[in-house]
């Protein structure tokens, strides 16, 4: 079975610094790979995904992702943070085959500082 | 409606009462999601449908815990003779396909004194 792990729970950081969140997952098959966003007092929304092709996908509000297989790894990039980036990122994998469900990591609270 | 509707948005109930939680999932979407979300969890995953398949039940807790999906639209997620411990917010969400990206409804918290 796939399992997700997001290495830590939380990362402040100050603005306008860089951020890497990071993704690991454990699969024997071929994955789907997703970060999805919860913002304060809101729901879960797709931040980016990668499902074929080039291994480094870009998201919304400049966020971008890296797949690597050799290295079972999906981690989340941004250059330079906003006080709005404030959320939680949840990493979450689709095995290839199978009963293809979505299943997610625990999280990471990205806490920007002014 | 235009996206995925949960109700109730929220239940305070009893230990050892049954509650029922619904999800009406966006139209035409053939994949639907329950997951468990506690504080300092994650979302946990509880059960997928997938059109006509058979669900894939492998997260659920225990056998207190069932859902069903009707005519492959509305599900209802169940749970019986509830525990504190069952306190969390379920949230529901749905895609057009597998693989594809996930809608989700703004949850039912559920509290169990």
């Known amino acids: 079975a796939q399992s997700v792990t997001q290495l830590d729970s939380q990362v402040p950081v100050f603005e306008e610094a860089p951020v890497e969140l990071r993704c690991n997952y454990s699969?024997?098959?071929?994955?789907?790979l997703f970060w999805y966003v919860q913002y304060p007092n809101q729901g879960l929304q797709l931040l980016l995904k990668?499902?074929?092709?080039?291994?480094l996908v870009k998201g919304i509000n400049g966020f971008e992702a890296e797949f690597n297989k050799s290295q079972t790894s999906f981690h989340l990039r941004k250059p330079s943070v906003h006080i709005s980036d404030t959320a939680e990122y949840f990493c979450?994998?689709?095995?290839?085959?199978?009963?293809?469900?979505?299943?997610f990591g625990k999280g990471t609270k990205l806490t920007v500082n002014p | 409606g235009a996206g995925v509707s949960q109700s109730p948005s929220n239940k305070v109930t009893e230990k050892g009462k049954d509650v029922e939680l619904r999800c009406d999932p966006i139209?035409?979407?053939?994949?639907l999601y329950w997951y468990r979300q506690s504080l300092g969890q994650g979302l946990e995953f509880l059960i997928y449908?997938?059109?006509?398949?058979?669900?894939?039940k492998s997260g659920l807790p225990s056998d207190r815990f069932s859902a069903e999906r009707t005519g492959g639209s509305v599900s209802t997620l169940t749970i019986q003779r509830t525990q504190q411990e069952d306190s969390a917010v379920y949230l529901c969400?749905?895609?057009?396909?597998?693989?594809?990206?996930?809608?989700f409804g703004e949850g039912s918290r559920l509290t169990v004194l």
């Open positions: 969400a749905s895609s057009r396909f597998a693989a594809g990206e996930l809608f």
């Open positions: 699969s024997s098959v071929s994955v789907y």
């Open positions: 990668y499902l074929s092709g080039s291994t």
């Open positions: 979450a994998v689709i095995t290839q085959g199978g009963s293809e469900k979505l299943v």
């Open positions: 139209s035409g979407h053939t994949a």
């Open positions: 449908f997938q059109g006509n398949s058979a669900p894939d």
